[in-house]
């Protein structure tokens, strides 16, 4: 069955990095567009980032354009998210799932958890 496993989560610094991971298995990942997704506290999903399947086109959110890079592995069948200038509303669970964009969304991970405080 499909399985995403997200990991790299963890407390930050504003301003600071981190590097977020989703290894997949149990699907052709190099045949499937790719997303990262987030969710903070009393606020709704949002649609953080999205790659082609071959890595030919990408999707920013506004939020974090220019400031975060979605790459993919497809020899290593893993999806990475790096995070840059990390500010404290970047404080949610992010997601990696399936698909491009909201009514494209497949399958999700459980989640790991992002927390930017000084």
């Known amino acids: 069955q499909v399985q995403l496993v997200e990991s790299g989560g963890g407390l930050a610094q504003p301003g600071g990095s981190l590097r977020l991971s989703c290894a997949a298995s149990?699907?052709?990942?190099?045949?499937?567009?790719m997303s990262w997704a987030r969710q903070a506290p009393g606020k709704g999903l949002e649609w953080v980032s999205g790659i082609y399947s071959d890595g030919s086109d990408t999707y920013y959110a506004d939020s974090v354009k220019g400031r975060f890079t979605i790459s993919r592995d497809n020899a290593k069948n893993t999806l990475y998210l790096q995070m840059n200038s990390l500010k404290p509303e970047d404080t949610a669970l992010y997601y990696c799932?399936?698909?491009?964009?909201?009514?494209?969304?497949?399958?999700w991970g459980q989640g790991t958890q992002v927390t930017v405080s000084s």
């Open positions: 799932a399936t698909g491009w964009g909201y009514a494209d969304f497949g399958s």
């Open positions: 149990g699907f052709t990942f190099s045949s499937y567009a």
